[in-house]
């Protein structure tokens, strides 16, 4: 989704409060402001669980490069810092509700995997 700037005309994505050609500072909706916020936060999914975030996400590309060991630390921190972003730009939602589901769903499954991770761990330490 984007709009247009009121002073110079330009395209700016969703996420921006201020135009990048003129620099005009565009008044938000209290929600725009909502989903703007929400865009730019990190991922704690990304963050726990690249590999499945970055595939629930729809970033197949970015799935795939976290598969390559030089590369996986990278696609961490883009997917950490710009994830959201990404997938709401590129991931082809119906809608910022199915969106908003499924970011949460993926840091729910984020914060499930590294639970068993540590249930594992505990486990066989203990034993």
Avoid at 93 to 120: C, H, N, P, T, Y
């Amino acid at each position: 989704m984007e709009r247009t700037c009121t002073s110079c005309k330009k395209e700016i994505e969703t996420w921006n409060e201020r135009c990048g050609g003129c620099g005009f500072t565009l008044v938000l909706e209290p929600d725009e402001k909502i989903r703007a916020r929400y865009l730019r936060g990190p991922a704690l999914g990304a963050l726990l669980f690249t590999q499945g975030w970055a595939f629930g996400a729809h970033l197949y590309l970015w799935f795939l490069l976290s598969l390559v060991p030089v590369f996986g630390i990278v696609a961490l921190f883009a997917c950490l810092l710009f994830g959201r972003r990404w997938s709401w730009k590129y991931g082809g939602w119906s809608s910022w509700e199915e969106f908003q589901w499924r970011m949460k769903l993926m840091d729910a499954i984020g914060l499930a995997w590294v639970a068993l991770l540590l249930g594992i761990y505990l486990y066989f330490r203990l034993i």
